[in-house]
Nanobody, 137 residues
Framework: QVQVVESGGGSVQAGESLRLSCTAS????????MGWFRQAPGREREGIAC????????YYVDSVKGRFTVSRDNDKNILYLQMDNLQPEDSGMYYC??????????????????????????????WGQGTQVTVSS
């Protein structure tokens, strides 16, 4: 049975840090790129960070670039998200998910010029219950 469990959320002040974990079971983590998603109240869930199956590539949306770091331990089947200098706009429910590709070439993929393409966030699945992050100013 496929399962992912997110943990590590909490309530912090602006400028503080949190480290989220995502423990996977029922599938091999090293067969998938893995992503972190965030859903703020009243907004759609958005992909914010992604790491290749072998950790050689990582992608971040602009709003978290330079503050968040995604990593993985394939031996332990765990994905991490280190979040530094948290801001109130980072508040929301955080989820991890696997790139299922659904018949397409799995991420990472590249533009013709060689630069990294963004992940296809709609190809991700195996959702957990999420972990809540609340940042106060």
């Amino acid at each position: 049975q496929v399962q992912v469990v997110e943990s590590g959320g909490g309530s912090v002040q602006a400028g503080e840090s949190l480290r989220l974990s995502c423990t996977a079971s029922g599938f091999q983590l090293d067969e998938h790129a893995m992503g972190w998603f965030r859903q703020a109240p009243g907004r759609e869930r958005e992909g914010i960070a992604c790491i290749a199956w072998n950790s050689r590539n990582a992608y971040y949306v602009d709003s978290v670039k330079g503050r968040f770091t995604v990593s993985r331990d394939n031996d332990k089947n765990i994905l991490y998200l280190q979040m530094d200098n948290l801001q109130p706009e980072d508040s929301g429910m955080y989820y991890c998910a696997a790139d299922l590709s659904l018949g397409k070439i799995p991420w990472p993929t590249y533009y013709r010029g060689g630069s990294l393409e963004p992940p296809r966030w709609d190809q991700f699945g195996y959702w957990g219950q999420g972990t809540q992050v609340t940042v106060s100013s």
